[in-house]
């Protein structure tokens, strides 16, 4: 304990340095407030400019105004070119003060080299000192001791750092609520869920929003990584898991936060050969935890994947993780707003444009947006210059995308607007096909397992039997969107964004005829050997119950549903030619639509045929 507290010393001093450093930086860029032009223009007219330094950057005509307002607050705004920022106080009557370029600063040629020398010797000292107060003895003692960091929420992370995600929060409010006061719900019997899963692509601030949560709520939170579980003697992990749940029990209400719970909740017994062994071990205890402790006891048990579709099917089981959250990326408004979160402490030329970045940057995540507007502040920083032109961000856009292809990739504008389309043929058809649920969301945003975009439906109904017709229109649905994609782009030029689709109308079309006996000229009997057993090598030892004659004329009755089911789609989206533009041209905007904005477009058009 003494040592760990020692080190925990040696840590605080070490951030203590760094956060004098920062400061010490700040306070050498020009750290006022920054300023847009717009508020400028609008101090100068309502005459609230009493003094302006005008202040030309080494690279004219840049430079930065530095106003003085009549209560006394001093305002700086970037601006493109000086020469228009003199015009335009000269026509309020402000004769603005002149600097002279500014020649090379003594405190950075001078003064920083020795200081970033002093903060680097220190940090050596420090971090030797904690290495030898944690070191040899201290490290194999404390082996099967939970490493979980606690931190308590002291608000520094509020759901105000978490930009976007606007149902993912409104999701969590409740859990804060409880958080906050447990006895308000406990006292009218409310259960509250004891996990909850946070689930979506890396970056898009799965960690952040649990973080947010504790700190919006003002409670411990307890965080431990799925590879840290992962250690080489069996049995640490387990002892991990019962420590953990033993610090928040003590510290109830809590968060304990489990990110990467794919590294210990993988679908047991599918590992190759031993050393799946400990993670087993590692589950069994986190199942155990979980079911051990009661509903109210006001710990809520977080955890974040990207995989969800490995995890073990035991722990979404309910009173474990009962409640899962997709975290997705965010479409154009959300990511605007997290450009402007991370843009907050970066000072921006009036040349910038976030709105136009968050259109051009459709799949970026969080991370990707953090990182493109870090990457700018580099660039402009290489520069010598104190504040992020357009072009630094456009510069860095470039560098971030090629950078890392896979993971956000740059949607051009073409792609765009045929996944729009595309999503707009399948929406149109889920709609006026009668036996189709309504559309909950239609989407362009990029899901990162592939595909381009979605439509979802939202079950009204939950029918145990399919009709013959319902299923063609399944059948439609599937090829509603390769159909507007051709009626837009020409057969030439469709894509293979469709194969998706194209596979799924040939399963449900293939069914009709081999298993529900829906054909009309191979009657009503059983010719689907396969009865959804999973297990490689299927295919190989297919062997077929028929002769070749009925394969051949299985074929042909699929292909003539598939025909059939083609041609009243395109007729059916021929019919709604309007929307189809209407509802393209919404989605490239906003990137993903409600059943709502979905469904008023079908209301102007009838509100436009009453009018003729
Ligand atoms: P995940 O856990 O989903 O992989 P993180 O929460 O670790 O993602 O996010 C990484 C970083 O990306 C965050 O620290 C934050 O700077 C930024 N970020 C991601 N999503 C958001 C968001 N919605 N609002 C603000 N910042 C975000
Ligand atoms: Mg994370
Ligand atoms: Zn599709």
Not at 284 to 291: F, G, I
Not at 362 to 374: I, K, R, S, V, Y
Not at 490 to 507: Q, R, V, W
Request: glycine residues 8%; aromatic residues 6%; negative net charge.
């Amino acid at each position: 304990m003494n040592k760990n507290g020692k080190s925990f010393n040696a840590y605080f001093i070490a951030i203590l340095i760094l956060l004098f450093a920062t400061f010490a930086i700040s306070l050498m860029g020009e750290k006022d407030d920054s300023y847009t032009k717009a508020e400028l223009v609008n101090d100068l007219k309502e005459g609230n400019v009493s003094q302006a330094v005008i202040q030309p950057n080494n690279e004219t005509p840049t430079g930065a105004v530095r106003v003085t307002l009549k209560d006394g607050q001093i305002r700086v705004v970037y601006v493109s070119d000086v020469k228009d920022a003199e015009t335009l106080l000269a026509q309020y009557h402000i004769d603005p003060v002149m600097k002279n370029v500014p020649k090379e600063n003594w405190f950075i040629s001078s003064m920083l080299p020795m200081l970033i020398v002093l903060i680097i010797g220190v940090f050596f000292f420090v971090m030797m000192n904690a290495q030898n107060a944690g070191g040899g003895g201290g490290k194999m003692a404390n082996f099967g001791k939970s490493r979980a960091r606690l931190s308590i929420g002291d608000g520094k992370i509020t759901l105000k750092e978490v930009a976007g995600l606007k149902e993912e929060k409104e999701e969590l409010e409740e859990i804060v609520e409880f958080l906050k006061e447990p006895a308000k719900f406990t006292k009218v019997g409310a259960r509250i869920p004891k996990g909850v899963l946070l689930e979506g692509p890396p970056g898009t601030g799965k960690t952040l929003l649990a973080k947010a949560i504790a700190g919006e709520a003002n409670v411990p939170f307890f965080s431990i990584s799925g590879s840290d579980f992962v250690e080489m003697f069996v049995g640490v992990g387990a002892s991990r898991v019962r420590d953990l749940f033993q610090d928040a029990k003590k510290n109830s209400p809590c968060i304990v936060f489990i990110d990467e719970i794919d590294a210990v909740a993988r679908r047991r017994g599918t590992g190759m050969g031993g050393g799946h062994d400990e993670r087993e071990q590692t589950l069994n205890q986190l199942l155990v935890e979980m079911d051990g402790f009661g509903v109210n006891e006001g710990i809520i048990v977080m955890a974040a994947t990207n995989r969800v579709d490995i995890l073990d099917p035991a722990i979404l089981r309910p009173g474990r993780f009962d409640r899962k959250i997709s975290v997705g990326a965010p479409d154009v408004g959300g990511r605007e707003d997290i450009l402007k979160l991370h843009a907050r402490n970066k000072p921006l030329s009036d040349d910038v444009d976030l709105k136009q970045i968050a259109q051009t940057t459709a799949g970026f995540t969080g991370a990707d947006l953090e990182n493109l507007l870090n990457e700018a502040a580099i660039i402009a920083a290489k520069e010598d210059r104190n504040y992020i032109r357009q072009e630094d961000i456009k510069k860095a856009f470039v560098k971030v995308g090629i950078g890392s292809e896979k993971k956000s990739r740059i949607i051009s504008d073409q792609e765009k607007k045929i996944t729009a389309y595309h999503e707009a043929g399948h929406a149109i058809l889920f709609h006026v096909l009668p036996d189709m649920d309504p559309v909950y969301t239609v989407s362009i945003i990029p899901t990162g397992v592939g595909a381009a975009g979605y439509t979802m439906p939202l079950p009204e109904r939950d029918d145990m039997f399919r009709t013959k017709n319902r299923m063609k229109q399944d059948i439609m649905v599937s090829l509603g969107g390769r159909i507007a994609e051709e009626l837009i782009f020409g057969s030439d030029d469709i894509t293979t964004g469709a194969s998706s689709d194209i596979k799924k109308a040939t399963k449900v079309a293939r069914k009709m005829v081999t298993r529900f006996g829906m054909s009309e000229n191979i009657g009503v009997i059983n010719y689907d050997d396969d009865d959804d057993e999973v297990f490689i090598g299927r295919d190989l030892a297919h062997t077929r119950s028929h002769s070749e004659a009925v394969a051949g004329a299985i074929d042909e009755e699929v292909k003539g549903i598939i025909d059939e089911c083609y041609r009243k789609a395109k007729e059916k989206i021929e019919e709604h030619m309007d929307i189809l533009h209407s509802c393209a041209a919404l989605l490239i905007e906003k990137e993903k639509i409600t059943r709502d904005e979905f469904e008023a477009l079908f209301e102007k058009e009838k509100g436009d045929v009453a009018e003729d």
